[in-house]
């Protein structure tokens, strides 16, 4: 029998670190990406996330690869933390997951992703 999606989500999540929007700065400091993945339309509905460099998921690997020719000059080794940032927090995990089989060694995704770090920002 094939895994399902969220078989997927499980086993990627045992390979990255997840983050919640109160650890997020921490994780990444001063030399670590926020990379959102969400599309146009979700970012356009959802909002933006503050110092996040937005790369949609179709092109993450080439953008972050450290030795491609396509990669964004934020990128300067796989030990830079990098936090991957959907909508709610699945489809990030499966992104940072492909990033360790770059060879990345401090990734992670943002545990409810923009939504969860939308809540947590807003004024109580």
Do not use: K
């Amino acid at each position: 029998m094939s895994p399902s999606a969220d078989d997927l989500v499980e086993a990627a999540r045992t390979r990255i670190g997840r983050v919640l929007p109160a650890e997020l700065a921490g994780f990444v400091g001063s030399d670590g990406l926020i990379v959102d993945i969400r599309p146009a339309a979700q970012r356009a509905e959802e909002g933006a996330l503050p110092d996040a460099i937005v790369i949609e998921r179709n092109v993450l690997e080439w953008r972050l690869d450290p030795a491609g020719a396509h990669r964004i000059t934020q990128v300067r080794g796989l030990d830079q933390p990098v936090v991957v940032v959907c909508s709610e927090g699945y489809a990030s995990s499966l992104a940072a997951a492909s990033l360790v089989e770059l060879g990345f060694r401090r990734v992670a995704d943002l545990d409810g992703g923009f939504r969860a770090w939308a809540r947590w920002s807003s004024p109580r």
